[in-house]
């Protein structure tokens, strides 16, 4: 072998052993973090050891997981992985299909620990346990695309139905179930993509007990889709949507709903949120959004509850306005907490609970200004007896507000049904 | 524990080279290639470390006897407690529950199902152990004296969990006698590279398609939708296998070990023969040298010998119909091959043969997808009916655009350009200093981009894993 080819080899073998040298020196030194903000999840911890978790070869799973999540710059590697990725074709027309490869959120259903109160808001982790959903980007804006099942929904009803059943005297039932963005927005070419949320509305409220009143507000929010109702880089909605959506629910409860020309509010901008998170589509981190969150004359006295106790409500406030960045949208209700309460100076009797997963958050506010008393229930994460808080509290109405995605989603669906015991 | 993941690249691999080459002395090499091997294994599945010792001890143990009884019955009697022995394990631990299953169907019996977990890797190890039994048997190699030696050449987890099935002859000299040169490390480590690149870039994102596409119900499929999946899988399929063998290949070459190739360019065959002579090369010569060959081979009943060859082979895939019959639909085009067509492809131009070699190996990987025979048969029907009206679609369009470049990458890698260009510059131009010069850019690069995929990433399948 002549000389140049063994100098070769030498840089090749001392690059390469350095390369991966000094990067694990550094993973193994550098410092760890507990939670990602871009990907607004909390990184896997280590592992703690048991005999059992080392055999069937959980433990090492994790130890992998541990080290991949908490490996140096991550975020730096997160985003060359993003601009890659995006090199690798072009987009055709306008719009860019994403399907989420990772649903590493869906792996956040066995975190409970919410119950924990602390200072800030808590990371807005609406996308748990949903059906992996498409995505497309068009445009700038960014849509999530509807394809449950009608079995699925007729298996939601069922269980609104049960709750309806209870034998709760005086209660009354309420469903209202939210749209998506793209179902205002379909031109000819792209309907093809996702189903109809419409029918699939209608299907589930054909099966709901007379006696339970159905919010049809898609048909409110149809109104003014040429508003900013939804977020362009988040699946949420924004609370002039949740707005929208109150004003059909008083409709149908019976309540004059709040005039937004006499309220105040404040807004978060530059708000990148769960689509930019999953798609990381450049398009999106252009156009990011504001959050809108509205200050009622109500003196609301806001407490966070816990699912341990009947009798603890620890005293908060109804927004988390330390909240910001990609968590912005935990504004509302200082985000998914398991059960809050919000009592208002309207002596008129009116006692609501609502059951939600994170569209409620946007939504719930508004009541301040027609009840006396308001529950918030997440069904991810309320694992109290549900029925003897609502008999204590002396609920008479009950309000079951879901995005479309949930009232087809297994996961949602048991949850909700779960709430019973 | 898998190739591609940060652990191995950042932590197990620096240190076991580390370690490795701390030492002169033979011994502690082989000891450390031992316990970081098992580390590895026990990494993914601690508890069958046990079962892989167990198969190594009695094949150790049979090989001595083999020898020391050569020319009498006890050799004989080695040899048979050797396959017993494995293929027994086999047998319980991956084909149980299928041979329940189906003597339940032919004989209307209703036996419980036996469900026994798959230890990782216990395809690839039982056969080089039948192997090594065999070939002692022959007396085409020493059997092994040293206990360690041959937990080394088994439990080694360059080839374990995934291959190549490396024969005990094609190593023995090395097993006993290695020479590292710096050459071949430099080699070694390029070739880990590429292997890495073409599982974590082309196998990984190959796969999120294949599983949009194959995963969905058929029946809401464009055709031409389908026809993406079953292409993409091809994709997947041939990177992460062959990525894979070259991270084995390649690491053998860091530590001394030369393993003979196991794929070939098997996308250029120009008949299915030719394709089954290129892909996982060290599997195809195990069922020649040991089934094929001692069945007769073509000297006599030819077909009945390439029918139980194409029926193990694809046996060997998996406890699963399709398998099987994934295996039979190459004995097909092999004995018709065999039978008159290679010599009418020879008439015609490479072109022909080429397409038609890609035609039949394509559209087979669809058997080998579903184990499920309702999905298969949904997702063939689909993949032809062409007079459905729902040819194409917007979303189609928009996964092909996005993945254009990329996918003509993957076409062109499956085609020998390494090779062209590194002979190009070496015989042509005279100056094989810049390859290997590049070699070394392209490296860091294919490091650099595989753990930008890798972080944060947890969706890493490996198709022949469960092997």
């Known amino acids: 072998m002549t000389k140049t080819e063994n100098t070769i080899n030498i840089i090749n073998v001392t690059v390469f052993t350095l390369v991966l040298g000094i990067g694990g020196l550094a993973s193994l030194s550098m410092k760890k973090q507990a939670v990602s903000e871009i990907e607004n999840r909390q990184l896997t911890p280590f592992p703690a050891y048991s005999d059992s978790a080392l055999w069937n070869g959980n433990y090492f799973r994790q130890v992998d997981q541990y080290y991949a999540d908490n490996f140096p710059l991550r975020n730096r590697w997160i985003n060359v992985s993003g601009s890659f990725r995006n090199k690798f074709g072009f987009e055709s027309g306008d719009i860019k299909i994403y399907e989420p490869a990772n649903d590493a959120e869906a792996n956040e259903i066995t975190d409970t620990t919410k119950n924990t109160v602390n200072s800030g808001p808590l990371p807005d982790d609406g996308a748990v346990g949903e059906v992996k959903k498409r995505l497309f980007v068009f445009k700038n804006r960014a849509f999530e695309m509807f394809g449950g099942s009608t079995a699925m929904g007729k298996s939601y009803a069922n269980v609104i139905n049960s709750y309806n059943r209870l034998g709760i005297p005086g209660l009354q039932v309420y469903n209202l179930i939210i749209p998506v963005a793209l179902e205002f927005e379909l031109?000819?070419?792209?309907k093809k993509l996702q189903k109809p949320n419409r029918p699939a509305i209608e299907s589930i409220y054909n099966e709901l007990d007379s006696t339970i009143k159905k919010v049809w507000a898609i048909d409110e929010i149809r109104k003014h889709r040429e508003e900013y109702i939804y977020f362009n880089t988040d699946h949420h909605w924004t609370s002039l949507g949740a707005y929208y959506a109150y004003r059909a629910f008083c409709e149908t409860a019976g309540l004059t709903p709040v005039s937004l020309d006499t309220v105040r509010y404040k807004v978060k901008s530059t708000f990148l949120g769960s689509l930019y998170r999953l798609t990381r589509d450049p398009k999106l981190k252009e156009n990011p959004d504001s959050v809108k969150y509205y200050l009622f004359r109500d003196s609301v006295r806001f407490y966070i509850g816990s699912s341990n106790s009947l009798t603890y409500w620890g005293k908060s406030k109804m927004y988390g306005e330390g909240a910001n960045g990609s968590n912005s949208y935990s504004v509302f209700l200082q985000g998914d907490l398991p059960i809050v309460k919000m009592e208002t100076q309207h002596n008129n009797g009116r006692k609501i609970a609502i059951v939600k997963e994170s569209y409620g958050n946007a939504f719930a506010p508004f009541l301040v200004n027609n009840y006396e008393k308001i529950i918030v229930v997440d069904q991810r994460y309320y694992t109290g007896d549900f029925v003897a808080m609502l008999k204590k509290e002396g609920i008479n109405e009950l309000l079951f507000i879901n995005n479309i995605f949930a009232a087809h989603t297994p996961f949602h669906i048991e949850k909700i049904k779960r709430l019973k015991k | 524990m898998v190739f591609a993941s940060l652990i191995f690249l950042f932590l197990f691999l620096p240190l076991n080279l580390l370690l490795y080459y701390s030492t002169k002395n033979a011994t502690w090499r082989n000891s450390i290639l031992i316990l970081f091997s098992l580390f590895f294994y026990g990494w993914g599945e601690p508890i069958w470390i046990t079962l892989m010792i167990f198969s190594a001890l009695v094949d150790y143990v049979n090989g001595r006897v083999i020898?020391?009884?050569?020319?009498?019955?006890?050799?004989?009697?080695?040899?048979?407690?050797?396959l017993i022995i494995n293929l027994g394990l086999l047998a319980t631990f991956k084909y149980s529950s299928f041979i329940v299953e189906n003597v339940n169907q032919l004989f209307g019996t209703s036996f419980n199902l036996p469900h026994f977990a798959l230890p990782i890797g216990i395809s690839f190890y039982t056969f080089q152990t039948i192997s090594y039994s065999v070939d002692v048997y022959r007396n085409e190699v020493k059997a092994q004296k040293s206990f360690l030696k041959f937990l080394m050449f088994v439990s080694l987890y360059h080839q374990l969990v995934a291959g190549p099935i490396v024969r005990y002859s094609h190593i023995a000299e090395e097993i006993d006698n290695r020479k590292e040169k710096l050459a071949d490390i430099s080699k070694g480590i390029s070739r880990f590279c590429i292997g890495l690149f073409k599982k974590v870039v082309i196998a990984n994102v190959a796969a999120e398609l294949v599983a949009k596409y194959m995963d969905a119900d058929a029946s809401s499929l464009a055709v031409g939708g389908a026809w993406l999946g079953l292409i993409m899988f091809a994709i997947q399929i041939y990177f992460d296998f062959s990525g894979y063998s070259d991270m084995a290949i390649g690491l053998g070459w860091m530590f001394g070990f030369h393993y003979h190739e196991n794929f070939k360019y098997p996308y250029t065959a120009t008949s299915v023969s030719d394709f089954w002579r290129r892909w996982h090369i060290s599997l195809g010569t195990f069922f020649k040298d040991y089934v094929y060959i001692p069945l007769g081979?073509?000297?006599?009943?030819?077909?009945?010998?390439?029918?139980?060859?194409?029926?193990?082979?694809?046996?060997?895939?998996?406890?699963?119909?399709?398998?099987?019959f994934w295996g039979l639909y190459f004995f097909v085009f092999i004995a018709l091959e065999k039978a008159f067509l290679l010599k009418t492809l020879k008439k015609l131009p490479k072109f022909f043969s080429h397409f038609y070699a890609l035609l039949v190996i394509i559209p087979g990987w669809v058997i080998f997808y579903f184990t499920d025979t309702n999905k298969l048969y949904a997702y063939i029907e689909r993949l032809f009916s062409f007079g459905s009206g729902n040819l194409w679609n917007v979303g189609l369009t928009s996964d092909l655009t996005a993945h254009l470049f990329w996918f003509i990458f993957a076409i062109i890698a499956c085609m020998p350009v390494y090779h062209k260009a590194k002979a190009f510059f070496e015989t042509s131009l005279k100056k094989p200093a810049i390859f290997e010069t590049a070699a070394i850019a392209v490296n860091i690069v294919c490091i650099f981009l595989c753990v930008a995929q890798l972080v944060g990433k947890s969706y890493n399948p490996f198709i022949y894993f469960r092997f």
Not at chain 2, 67 to 82: D, H, N, P, Q
């Open chain 1, 187 to 190: 031109t000819e070419k792209y």
């Open chain 2, 67 to 82: 020898e020391k009884y050569r020319g009498t019955i006890g050799a004989k009697i080695g040899l048979v407690s050797s």
């Open chain 2, 297 to 324: 081979g073509n000297k006599k009943h030819i077909y009945l010998n390439l029918f139980i060859v194409w029926f193990l082979t694809g046996m060997w895939h998996g406890a699963s119909w399709n398998f099987i």
